[in-house]
């Protein structure tokens, strides 16, 4: 990736920890937000060509904390 693309993930990252500053956990996220970390991680993970293999394959945990926090709001 180049240095001077920033794919939407991390735009969202950013301004994700912008809100919640050092309380910037997964489970401090709504809903909506999880939802939409989750579509930016997709897409950087699965169509962005901008995004290397090495950064997908780093990327990818992402979809699995993402998942655990549904798990564990759904209990």
Do not use: C
């Amino acid at each position: 990736m180049s240095e001077a693309y920033k794919p939407q993930l991390a735009i969202y990252f950013d301004k994700l920890e912008a809100k919640y500053g050092e309380n910037f956990m997964f489970d401090v996220l709504s809903d909506e937000e999880l939802l939409q970390l989750e579509r930016h991680a997709r897409h950087a993970i699965e169509q962005d060509p901008k995004v290397t293999m090495d950064e997908k394959q780093a990327l990818s945990p992402i979809l699995s904390v993402i998942e655990a926090q549904r798990r564990k709001r759904s209990l």
